[in-house]
């Protein structure tokens, strides 16, 4: 799709690096222009009145047939959207509601961690075997599958009276999340095509970054409006509604669709990746709670060998020929294989800067949960302005645009630890606000580029496996920052000799000191990409 500015200059959506189609692929709305007169010139005719009566005409009628599938199209983007949206949004939205589940339900450390951390971790095992299911046996089925288990598992969510109940919803819930959130992609490939795939994917796109955006700040409103006195149960509750309307709408307007060829599961691949992530969260987030018995520790240790086990299962079936759960041959791709510790170590970072922030700021200084979700708005304002700004900035920096990125992130952290550290416990929002914008301002930077530069240097018939990879890495990168530094929060203010505002207050400045290292890591790991090789992933993109 092409558009004309103001000056007479064309602009093609698909790669047209500048902000105002960066803006279009992403909300799918043109400002300042008007459309390309190839795509909408129309001839006027002169008006005659006529008593005849005309019967319409083949081309009347397949244009009247086009309109009709055309509207079919983007109602099918609009239902598939509405799962990817609730998918989203359940990562983040149930932070705000964890110093309020602490007080009614009685929630201790671990719990409060696997509450978070359950959601991802089972999300992250089942995400490419849900793509899986729906390339074999029917995406339209294992969406509105998958949609359904969601829904039931958020009412159980909202209904739970203790907090080992509510862990389990939670892992209802990222199994739902898993076999709905695949198939959308899929469903748009088969339903589009060119420059309206193109439209349907930057909406996409938008509708993940508005779940992830506003998932703090709708949890924190929901929890200061106490709705009929259930407190922190609204954020649950609010997806049953939606998921009934869903499943009702997919069930009318989704096309059943498979793959042509269907790929066999790779299940000792599932419960190998199960293992793994088991033995290293379950130490992370019971460990301390239990007082690190012999065989917490032992787990702990074997989760290195169990990854090892299933890099080698997963190269022996790349080897065969076979359809492994995750294709080695992938990282013989240099973009790939240094942009996948970039993207695990990006969400590591933001994952235990979110979780531990929001304990900081309810549990530690007494912040309502609306002004908590506020300053996750000065976060997002720097994200937003970053992921505009980036597109323009790659075909300038590189490269060195990810390195500006981690600078910033660090900057951001050590500023905010500055301000902790001069206001104290009278920190105010309006202090924070400068800080947490640089830091938006990093992550956005680092986040809009590091996505592209990953999947342009994978051939084209790859990018669907290393989607999924890159997926399912984001998910465990959200539980590995939960759970290790949830353990570090609590484990400084479990050495401090009790839970005032002040040791909230230095167990926060510490972990602070430990959420750098992952920006320090990624900013080092930037430099293996070359800039021989950034310059060819650059015109890739821009082709």
Not at 34 to 39: F, G, I, Q
Not at 185 to 204: N, Y
Not at 305 to 333: I, S, W
């Amino acid at each position: 799709m092409e558009w004309l500015d103001r000056k007479g200059m064309g602009h093609h959506v698909a790669s047209c690096p500048c902000w105002r189609c960066h803006l279009f692929r992403l909300i799918g709305l043109v400002s300042a222009g008007r459309l390309a007169e190839a795509e909408c010139r129309f001839e006027p005719q002169s008006v005659k009145l006529s008593t005849r009566l005309e019967l319409p005409q083949p081309r009347k009628a397949a244009e009247t047939a086009e309109a009709l599938a055309l509207r079919r199209r983007w109602l099918i983007l609009g239902v598939v959207l509405v799962g990817s949206f609730m998918a989203v949004l359940d990562v983040f939205i149930v932070t705000q509601g964890l110093p309020s589940i602490k007080t009614t339900l009685g929630a201790g450390v671990s719990d409060l961690e696997l509450v978070v951390s359950a959601y991802s971790l089972v999300y992250a095992v089942f995400l490419i075997t849900g793509g899986r299911l729906g390339d074999i046996l029917d995406r339209k089925r294992i969406f509105l599958f998958g949609m359904t288990v969601f829904t039931v598992a958020s009412a159980l969510a909202g209904y739970a009276p203790s907090a080992p109940f509510l862990v389990g919803a939670r892992a209802l819930q990222g199994l739902g999340a898993a076999l709905m959130y695949p198939q959308v992609l899929s469903i748009i490939q088969v339903t589009f095509k060119g420059s309206e795939r193109a439209l349907a994917l930057g909406l996409f796109a938008a509708i993940s970054g508005i779940g992830a955006i506003t998932g703090n700040i709708v949890g924190g409103l929901l929890i200061q409006l106490n709705l009929a006195g259930l407190a922190w149960r609204p954020i649950f509750l609010v997806n049953v509604p939606i998921g009934i309307f869903g499943v009702l709408a997919g069930f009318l307007v989704l096309h059943p669709s498979r793959a042509e060829r269907a790929p066999k599961l790779d299940l000792p691949g599932v419960g190998l990746i199960s293992l793994f992530l088991v033995s290293l969260i379950l130490p992370l987030a019971e460990g301390q709670q239990l007082g690190w018995p012999t065989w917490i520790i032992l787990l702990l240790f074997a989760s290195v060998p169990l990854l090892g086990v299933f890099v080698l299962y997963e190269r022996r079936r790349t080897d065969a020929g076979a359809d492994p759960l995750v294709d080695m041959d992938l990282f013989k791709h240099r973009s790939f294989a240094v942009g996948m510790p970039l993207v695990i170590l990006y969400y590591v970072g933001a994952s235990g800067l979110f979780f531990t922030f929001v304990l900081f700021l309810q549990s530690g200084l007494g912040f309502s949960p609306i002004d908590s979700g506020l300053a996750f708005a000065a976060i997002n304002t720097g994200f937003i302005t970053a992921s505009l700004l980036g597109p323009r900035l790659i075909p300038r920096l590189g490269n060195r645009l990810l390195s500006l990125a981690y600078v910033l992130q660090a900057a951001g952290l050590i500023w905010t630890m500055f301000t902790v550290t001069s206001y104290g416990t009278g920190l105010t929002l309006y202090e924070l606000a400068a800080p947490l914008i640089v830091f938006g301002l990093g992550a956005g930077f680092a986040l809009s580029p590091l996505l592209g530069i990953i999947l342009s240097g994978v051939p084209s018939q790859d990018v669907g496996a290393a989607s999924g990879v890159v997926s399912t890495s984001m998910q465990i990168g959200n539980t590995v920052g939960i759970s290790l530094f949830g353990l570090l929060f609590y484990r400084f203010i479990s050495s401090q000799l009790s839970s005032t505002p002040i040791s909230y207050l230095d167990s926060f400045k510490l972990t602070l000191t430990f959420l750098i290292i992952p920006s320090i890591s990624s900013f080092l790991i930037v430099f293996l990409l070359t800039q021989h090789r950034a310059r060819q992933i650059i015109h890739r993109l821009e082709a």
